[in-house]
């Protein structure tokens, strides 16, 4: 439940939660998985950096495995860990397809799945994965979202905008849809509908960063230049803060059109080994 909620302090407690149950029986293998779970969306939610997550999140997968490989979760928490953290694309789709081997009806397996084939440029069998997820889990807000910004990334914009309004519908407490909902509407060129869904994810204080840069970019490209350079002012306040992804100020000097600033936002991503530039 907590671990749904993507919010910095649920991931945070459910971590403490987590610790708690292995405390009382150490050969809890799903506690383990919750961990390295909550640690990979601490990263890719803006909340601490990719390394500091990297490592805790590896090792609480690898104990899961070492446990009990005859369990889907270890291998699904492992794929997710060497996926979204981009170490060994090769080595997270052996472990997803063994976890989709132990349980044909397993829907975080083919979650999973769908975003790492999304990363590899395989979007279309990641659609296909992710709807299988769905047809699984037809309400999980969590899948509806990632379903959304699945299809979003494949370009396809109309299923990405119904996907992402019925996951908002699913749990209107959750704005984690939006900052996609916004880029959505920033790439059709409905400019007004995007600002209204970054402001909304902004608003819900979640994502804080990813909506600032985003917002940032759809403002630039409209030709609001002090618009867009308040949200770089923002992003540099931010980082004293919490974590910055700087492929954000990337978005963001592109919209502008100061290539230079941009180039130097992603070397700094890439030295970082920064979350987005899997995304880019």
Same mark, same amino acid.
């Given at each position: 439940?907590?671990?749904?909620?993507?919010?910095?302090?649920? %991931?945070?407690?459910?971590?403490?939660?987590?610790?708690?149950?292995?405390?009382?029986?150490?050969?809890?293998?799903?506690?383990?998985?919750?961990?390295?779970?909550?640690?990979?969306?601490?990263?890719?939610?803006?909340?601490?950096?990719?390394?500091?997550?990297?490592?805790?999140?590896? =090792?609480?997968? %690898?104990?899961?495995?070492?446990?009990?490989?005859?369990?889907?979760?270890?291998?699904?928490?492992?794929?997710?860990?060497?996926?979204?953290?981009?170490?060994?694309?090769?080595?997270?789709?052996?472990?997803? $397809?063994?976890?989709?081997?132990?349980?044909?009806?397993?829907?975080?397996?083919?979650?999973?799945?769908?975003?790492?084939?999304?990363?590899?440029?395989?979007?279309?069998?990641?659609?296909?994965?992710?709807?299988?997820? @769905?047809?699984?889990?037809?309400?999980?807000?969590?899948?509806? =979202?990632?379903?959304?910004?699945?299809?979003?990334?494949?370009?396809?914009? !109309?299923?990405?905008?119904?996907?992402?309004?019925?996951?908002?519908?699913?749990?209107? =407490?959750? +704005?984690?849809?939006?900052?996609?909902?916004?880029?959505?509407?920033?790439?059709?060129?409905?400019?007004?509908?995007?600002?209204?869904?970054?402001?909304?994810?902004?608003?819900?204080? +979640?994502?804080?960063?990813?909506? +600032?840069?985003?917002?940032?970019?759809?403002?630039?490209?409209?030709?609001?230049?002090?618009?867009? $350079?308040?949200?770089?002012?923002? $992003?540099?306040?931010?980082? =004293?803060?919490?974590?910055? !992804?700087?492929?954000?100020?990337?978005?963001?000097?592109?919209?502008?059109? !100061? !290539?230079?600033?941009?180039?130097?936002?992603?070397?700094?991503?890439?030295?970082?080994?920064?979350?987005? @530039?899997?995304?880019?």
């Amino acid at each position: 439940h907590l671990w749904s909620r993507l919010t910095k302090e649920a %991931l945070e407690r459910s971590i403490e939660l987590y610790k708690e149950a292995i405390a009382r029986d150490q050969s809890f293998a799903l506690a383990h998985t919750g961990i390295a779970d909550a640690w990979v969306s601490l990263s890719w939610n803006d909340f601490v950096s990719k390394r500091t997550a990297f490592k805790e999140a590896l =090792s609480a997968a %690898l104990t899961a495995l070492e446990i009990d490989d005859q369990l889907a979760e270890p291998h699904i928490s492992l794929a997710m860990v060497l996926s979204y953290f981009g170490t060994d694309w090769a080595r997270a789709e052996s472990e997803v $397809l063994r976890a989709l081997e132990i349980n044909r009806n397993n829907a975080d397996a083919y979650h999973q799945y769908a975003h790492l084939l999304t990363f590899l440029g395989r979007t279309h069998e990641g659609i296909e994965m992710i709807l299988r997820s @769905l047809e699984l889990e037809p309400v999980s807000r969590v899948i509806s =979202s990632c379903c959304g910004q699945i299809h979003f990334m494949a370009g396809r914009y !109309d299923e990405a905008v119904e996907h992402l309004e019925t996951a908002i519908e699913l749990d209107p =407490s959750n +704005t984690g849809p939006y900052s996609w909902l916004g880029m959505v509407h920033t790439q059709r060129r409905d400019f007004s509908r995007a600002e209204v869904a970054f402001n909304c994810g902004l608003e819900g204080g +979640t994502f804080i960063p990813r909506n +600032t840069g985003a917002l940032g970019y759809c403002q630039a490209i409209q030709g609001d230049r002090e618009g867009a $350079l308040s949200k770089l002012e923002r $992003l540099a306040e931010l980082a =004293s803060e919490t974590s910055v !992804d700087p492929c954000f100020e990337a978005w963001i000097h592109a919209g502008i059109g !100061d !290539d230079g600033a941009a180039i130097a936002a992603l070397e700094r991503a890439y030295d970082q080994d920064a979350n987005w @530039l899997v995304s880019l």
